[in-house]
């Protein structure tokens, strides 16, 4: 084979070899028994697969995202509801789950995973946060700089950069991704965002702007008699 070729053959070797890598990591989770309107929080018996609650994790309102930080309706919800998080922060549960869909957005779960290495530092809801804000900025960039661009990000909330890059590849980050999205798939999850009102799904019309979203979230507060 000529120089060309070779270089050719060794990208493509490259590629097989990063999908084989992101298939391992990708493995299926018995969840059975588990209770997907149930918030697990850090004092759980299985701590590393703990969800991520904005605001208490005991409100008679728990709204739950089922999320792929690469999804531009994910980040249309993020823009609509990031702006009332705080006003209902002290009145509902809101969970995040992980549910990156790679065959069509190649960047997410390395964007969840991410995510989960701040919350091993306890900077998961501003990693959360700036991952959406700035998600055109990195959803078409190519493996080497992506990751560069999600190193930035963890440096300019001053992470410690070592640990941050081998909990981006730890089993303890990939079992927590594994187990949302396989708990999201038990319970019918085939798309994002998907949500769940108190462990019922929400129809988009439910969510799809930010005045929707407080209405939504009102009535539920009023029928749960938590609006006062």
């Known amino acids: 084979m000529d120089k060309r070729t070779w270089i050719i053959f060794g990208v493509a070797v490259v590629a097989i070899l990063a999908g084989l890598v992101m298939l391992s990591r990708q493995k299926s989770v018995d969840v059975s028994g588990v209770n997907n309107a149930t918030v697990r929080t850090s004092g759980d018996t ?14 008679k309102v728990v709204l739950i995202e089922y999320g792929d930080f690469q999804c531009p309706g ?4 993020h823009t609509n509801f990031a702006p009332i998080m705080d006003d209902y922060k002290d009145k509902i ?9 790679t065959t069509i957005h190649p960047n997410a779960r390395v964007a969840a995973a991410s995510a989960e290495a701040a919350g091993l ?30 190193e930035s990000m963890a440096t300019a909330l001053k992470l410690d950069m070592n640990k941050f890059k081998s909990d981006v590849t730890s089993s303890k980050v990939s079992t927590k991704i594994n187990f949302d999205q396989s708990l999201g798939k038990a319970n019918g999850v085939t798309g994002t965002p998907t949500l769940f009102l108190n462990g019922k799904i929400l129809p988009t019309d439910q969510y799809n702007s930010t005045d929707t979203i407080k209405n939504t979230l009102d009535t539920a507060l009023k029928e749960a008699g938590a609006d006062k």
């Open 46 to 59: 299985n701590s590393e697969i703990a969800d991520h609650v904005f605001g208490k994790p005991d409100k």
């Open 74 to 77: 994910c980040g249309t919800f």
């Open 93 to 101: 549960t809101f969970v995040f789950r992980n549910f990156p869909i």
């Open 121 to 150: 530092q306890g900077k998961y809801w501003e990693m959360w946060n700036a991952l959406y804000e700035q998600q055109n900025s990195w959803n078409n960039l190519g493996t080497d700089t992506r990751d560069q661009y999600f």
